[in-house]
């Protein structure tokens, strides 16, 4: 059966519901903005005893903790599953995505197993993104050079 591309169109608009975009939008804002509040929350909280800086990595350490802790039995998985892109706030999202995947390997071993699969879904990013500080770094200090 050959479809040309009206045909196409039309089959996948009665194959597939139509999207509640801004339903969707409106509840990632809503559950990326609760992750931000309760790391607000425990930041203020360790304002109490300790400087900002301390606070700081402290507030980083604790969602980066909870986060895993919430991966473990599934949790975060079932809140993405429903929050999307709400879920992917830096610092949660990204120990989730490295917490993940040693869990799904943990079967095959420590280094074969988890060793090897950890940063499956986080080491493109590390890669990248260490790749665009160097292009930007370099551009900077080109752009000092010239200016």
């Known amino acids: 059966m050959k479809l040309n591309p009206k045909q196409y169109d039309e089959m996948i608009g009665r194959a597939s519901p139509p999207s509640p975009v801004v339903r969707d939008c409106v509840w990632a804002f809503c559950v990326g903005g609760a992750i931000c509040t309760i790391g607000e929350g425990l930041r203020q909280l360790f304002l109490i005893w300790y ?21 473990l039995p599934g949790w975060y998985q079932k ?40 940063f499956t879904i986080a080491g493109p990013v590390i890669a990248y993104g260490t790749l665009a500080s160097f292009v930007w770094g370099v551009v900077y200090w080109l752009l000092g050079k010239v200016g």
């Open 51 to 71: 400087d900002k800086t301390l606070a700081g990595t402290l507030t980083s350490i604790a969602l980066i903790f909870l986060s895993a802790l919430f991966t």
């Open 79 to 118: 809140l993405a599953a429903k929050a999307g892109a709400g879920t992917l706030v830096p610092i949660t999202g990204f120990a989730n995505s490295v917490v993940s995947p040693a869990i799904e390997f943990k079967a095959e071993g420590w280094v074969t197993g988890v060793g090897a699969k950890i």
